[in-house]
């Protein structure tokens, strides 16, 4: 069974979230370890009558800090002792709610970047199943990192979509061959030579949902703007649904689709992911929202140990290794 280290200090409800959210995730058989500072967890563990291990951290970076800085002056916040634990053998997947920038640099200088890996990427599962990168971690590309980014999201969408060959798309603002920067005519160039991969050639933001692609490749700029305005739009399209609804003549009808509309809710609610998964370093990292609740810790805890069982880094080292990249 895969040992999930969790970073207690982590999030703006850190730790009580966090902790609670653990709790839940080894109520449902996953094996965790709380990192943060011994004197807050352990009251929260007896207040809900539950005992999971504990290593002591003395130090958080906290949200407003300078990452490259906080992880260099801390060496004993959560986040890094938690991503030391990973590089040691003792855990295989790690999931923190704290500082994105802070939880990069420990991955990618702690636990460390995959052989041929130029940069990892955040790669998120959307509710319309289908995985977008980068999501947040490079604001600026180089052709060749967008290439790799088409190998590493491949082997996102087959674990956690169970999807043989996923089909990877290029968002671009245009599906014709030329459209686009440089950078991305470069990337399609690179992206149609590979064959590890089934490239289906540019898709735009519109494509999301209809079935044109499995894997949607940008730069870290336009993959968050993409993803919080996914999030957006389904909410404001369930709150307009929700209030059309509520004109008299619609209530007995409403009565009977509520248990849908719930049920709705949920699958388009981001914690019910739970959060997105940093590809391309030696472990297996989930990076869940600075919001994020005890049910989106849960969630986010199961979808790194199923990530972590099934060798989600070591599909992507082939991948990678093959691609030539």
Not at 13 to 25: F, K, L, M, Q, W
Request: aromatic residues 4%.
């Amino acid at each position: 069974m895969a040992t999930v280290v969790v970073d207690a200090m982590g999030g703006d409800h850190a730790p009580i979230e966090v902790v609670r959210g653990a709790i839940d995730a080894a109520s449902g058989g996953v094996d965790v370890v709380l990192v943060g500072d011994r004197a807050q967890i352990t009251p929260i563990l007896d207040r809900f009558e539950a005992d999971l291990p504990i290593v002591h951290a003395s130090e958080v970076i906290e949200m407003h800090e300078d990452a490259a800085s906080a992880v260099r002056q801390k060496k004993d916040a959560s986040i890094m002792v938690a991503a030391r634990l990973i590089r040691e053998g003792e855990a295989e997947a790690l999931i923190s709610a704290g500082s994105t920038g802070a939880a990069l640099a420990a991955a990618a200088f702690v636990i460390g970047r995959l052989p041929g890996v130029s940069r990892p990427a955040i790669a998120s599962v959307f509710p319309t199943r289908e995985v977008a990168l980068d999501v947040g971690a490079n604001l600026d590309v180089r052709p060749e990192q967008l290439a790799q980014f088409g190998v590493m999201g491949s082997a996102v969408a087959e674990v956690f979509l169970g999807i043989d060959s996923p089909r990877v798309g290029l968002l671009n603002i245009g599906e014709e061959v030329g459209k686009g920067r440089e950078v991305e005519r470069a990337a399609h160039t690179l992206l149609a030579a590979m064959d590890v991969i089934e490239f289906v050639g540019n898709v735009e933001g519109r494509d999301l949902g209809r079935n044109r692609a499995d894997v949607f490749v940008t730069d870290g700029f336009t993959g968050n703007v993409l993803l919080k305005t996914g999030e957006g739009t389904s909410r404001a399209l369930f709150r307009f649904l929700l209030e059309t609804l509520q004109d008299d003549q619609y209530q007995t009808a409403l009565a009977e689709l509520m248990p849908a509309f719930m049920k709705l809710r949920q699958q388009i609610d981001p914690e019910t992911i739970g959060g997105a998964h940093l590809v391309g370093t030696k472990g297996v990292v989930v990076i869940s929202h600075g919001a994020a609740s005890h049910r989106a810790i849960a969630n986010a805890a199961a979808m790194a140990a199923e990530g972590a069982r099934r060798d989600l880094v070591g599909m992507i080292a082939e991948g990678i290794g093959r691609s030539g990249t």
